[in-house]
């Protein structure tokens, strides 16, 4: 029997303790042992809860039980849940984890700890939900050198960028829509500035490049300025618009990486991921594009890729997967001026002809009151400096996705 | 340091040695340890390879060297490769293969003589070519009770199919290109007969539902009765005709589980799967619908997972990885003609009277000199009996995937 606890009761944590409890079996043949929870913190009372008699408002009660060797963190947030699992690993206990926030920003010290204690932190449910992506990424494919990746990382800004693409709806409108199907917070801050997919590709950069990567100075653009206009000028470009959080590592060793709107092929395997579903495309050196779609988020999704962690962890309990990254303070990033790409751009007709002058070989793929023209690659900062004193309506990356 | 033996110089096995050499440094960080090639195993001669002084014609060699603790099978067939599997095995060693018909046919078999040597049996690379399935399937997805595994799991197939759909051109012709091109091999009835794409998805099913299934007596129809004409009608029903590999489980407990073309909406995730690429929907009962894509064959992708489950090897040499299932008669399989589903039907106008009578609310997608007709879902066995003395221009699955 492996006993564990569970941190957090709320959307990911209950779904955490309804799978233990329904899938019992199909557990027990996955590891051999029955996993057994023994306690679960949460600050709130569940008294009609089958499992009522295992809530404890008190940390230390999971801290100092010599019996628990494995703790699911799905409480979300930065403190108290660094300090939290840091307090659980060194003192021997494994952790899984949900929470993205929390392995951006506390990455490589809690991989650190873990290590010095000869324990586990995993973490698969934070990127991607259900999907399985940090297992695949860290064995599957380590025979690859990782060129790129590219995802489509927020289920929210996902749902309003097809509501606008497929249905013609409006950004304002597309998102109280999400907010009424609960795909969106009733603050969508961090959903529609790019915050939640940065830190995710952060994550994934980690993972792939062996060196913390964090959110903090990476580039990161939401969808708000995207217009039904943008939507629809990029479908007779035969593409659709996407939020990507991509990197690449560039010849020179620098890291590219950014989330942004983007362009997209209709052709792109990351095109036809629509609604709220996520999508991400690992460029391997071996394999080349490798695709992973799945539902990014909910309860049961999630929750189930907690479990699959606790799971591993109970495997593991004497010795440690190789899963690790060094700290690092961002020496090696590419300053977002300098990241190369061709530009869609909406301008005032008036300006055309200024805009064909400086930029050279540019192509106008459609033109009335404003026109709207695909630049040559060259860098955000040529792009800047070409674009000075030019009223611009309207700005997206290109991607070669 | 780690000394491995490869068995087979061809395709697959070049490029394993190749990627081992070539990416040194990627997979020392990731198993903490050289991975060094001590014998590569081939009845030809390779004397302007770098690794010239490695090969041997001689099995025994590698068998009785003690030091070599890990062997790649990348001969292909049956046999020899399952006698030289079960001895290494036996002997102590951990066994990485590419050879989905030696895991079709006698998994079961290694898997447990693997189990009662404490040594791993892996087959990453058996489905799928370079995408991650056996393990995320087999871990990450490990919460989840696996409601049904659709997939395309055939290059050459889908390849062919997609020049039919996107390029009008014939299957003859189609094909021609996919032999030129090297998607197709000279003879190519494993793949258009379908019985590669069965030995995969009976390797998911096996893997899935802990139990081998043999891919002797499962229905196994391949995409050589595919006419240009049943394209484009299933283009007007909105769909696009794929050949799927299928499994799922039945109230019953027993195995729905076929190779057949089916009629896709275009809106699903293996619709949009084109040329040699494959994609693997699994549908589980917590994450709903996750999907992999990618390369499905060639030297370096399939190649790269050999090695992903080479390193997995040597970081557990002495424990053996939670991967079996146990052997069967094939006894819980549905009978093909109990298999429900809606079919698509092209028949002569003259026969449409007589199959309205028989099938009640059947649907009229098309018609004209003939007459394209969609059944309601009923047993195979029902639909041939509503056919008979019905002279059948084309009928194909319709599949909710």
Not at 297 to 325: E, N, Q, Y
Request: with cysteine.
């Amino acid at each position: 029997m492996i006993e564990i606890a569970i941190m957090g009761h709320g959307v990911v944590g209950s779904g955490v303790a309804e799978i233990i409890t329904s899938h019992k079996q199909k557990l027990y043949s996955a590891i051999g042992e029955e996993i057994h929870i023994k306690k679960i913190l949460d600050l709130r009372e569940f008294p009609d809860s089958p499992l009522a008699d295992r809530f404890t408002k008190n940390f230390d009660e999971i801290l100092n039980d010599v019996e628990i060797r494995v703790v699911a963190e799905v409480m979300g947030g930065i403190h108290p849940a660094f300090e939290y699992v840091s307090k659980l690993l060194a003192a021997g206990k494994s952790v899984a984890t949900s929470n993205k926030e929390l392995v951006a920003a506390k990455g490589a010290e809690l991989l650190r700890i873990a290590k010095e204690n000869n324990v586990n932190f995993l973490f698969e449910a934070s990127v991607g939900g259900g999907i399985p992506i940090i297992r695949p990424l860290n064995q599957c494919l380590v025979a690859n050198n990782v060129k790129e990746i590219a995802g489509i990382l927020n289920g929210t800004t996902n749902f309003i960028l097809t509501k606008m693409i497929k249905d013609g709806m409006g950004f304002d409108e597309a998102l109280k829509l999400a907010q009424k199907l609960g795909f969106a917070e009733r603050n969508p801050a961090a959903d529609i500035e790019g915050h939640d997919a940065v830190r995710k590709i952060c994550i994934l950069a980690s993972l792939a490049y062996g060196k913390h990567i964090y959110p903090d100075n990476i580039h990161t653009e939401g969808i708000t300025n995207i217009t039904l206009e943008d939507v629809k000028f990029a479908k007779k470009f035969d593409c659709v618009i996407k939020l990507i959080g991509d990197v690449k590592v560039l010849d020179d060793d620098r890291m590219d990486i950014f989330v942004a709107p983007m362009l997209i092929s209709k052709n792109s395997q990351l095109a036809n991921i629509d609604n709220e579903f996520n999508g991400i495309m690992v460029r391997g050196d071996c394999t080349d594009d490798v695709v992973f779609y799945g539902k990014g988020a909910g309860s049961m999704p999630t929750a189930s890729a907690v479990v699959a962690d606790i799971v591993d962890c109970g495997k593991h309990l004497k010795r440690r997967k190789f899963l690790f990254w060094v700290d690092s303070d961002n020496e090696n990033i590419l300053p977002y001026n300098e990241s190369r790409t061709a530009m869609f751009l909406r301008l005032k007709s008036g300006d055309k002809a200024v805009a064909i002058e400086r930029f050279g070989d540019i192509q106008v793929i459609a033109e009335g009151d404003e026109c709207a023209l695909i630049t040559p690659v060259l860098t955000i900062g040529e792009i800047e400096q070409n674009l000075e004193g030019i009223d611009v309506l309207s700005k997206i990356r290109i991607g070669d996705l």
